[in-house]
């Protein structure tokens, strides 16, 4: 199924970020690097964004979407582990999935816009998820 190929593709990019990741701060990097790589896809190749809002309307497939999406926040949570503080990391993990969830919302609607207004929206999202994960450093 093609949306298993995108997510295949999402997985490679994101393990390729992370594996390089040595600190949180490149670990932000490689969650900016996720979402840029995302955004130019689909602009890139607008029937991405047409298959993957068909599976997230399709209730049989949705399921398989947000999993998809958990195990990204998963890895990355995992991968960011070492920098979080213990009490802190169920929360953490909380905000990495809901910062994945949403960063399809961020790319449909900077899609939506002229192209100043959409580069900020993506800027402005990056530097929500640079706050985020800011806030839960050790």
Known sequence: MLHNQWISELDSVLGSGLGKAGDLDEICNAAV???????RRIVGDPAILDMV???????????ADIAATRRHADQFSQSARPFIAEEQFEAFQRVTFLMFQLASGAVRLALSLGPDEADA?????KIMIRTQLAAFAR
């Open 33 to 39: 690097a996720l979402l840029d790589y995302y955004y």
């Open 53 to 63: 809002n068909a599976v997230q309307a399709d209730k049989s497939s949705k399921g």
């Open 121 to 125: 929206v993506i800027n402005d999202y």
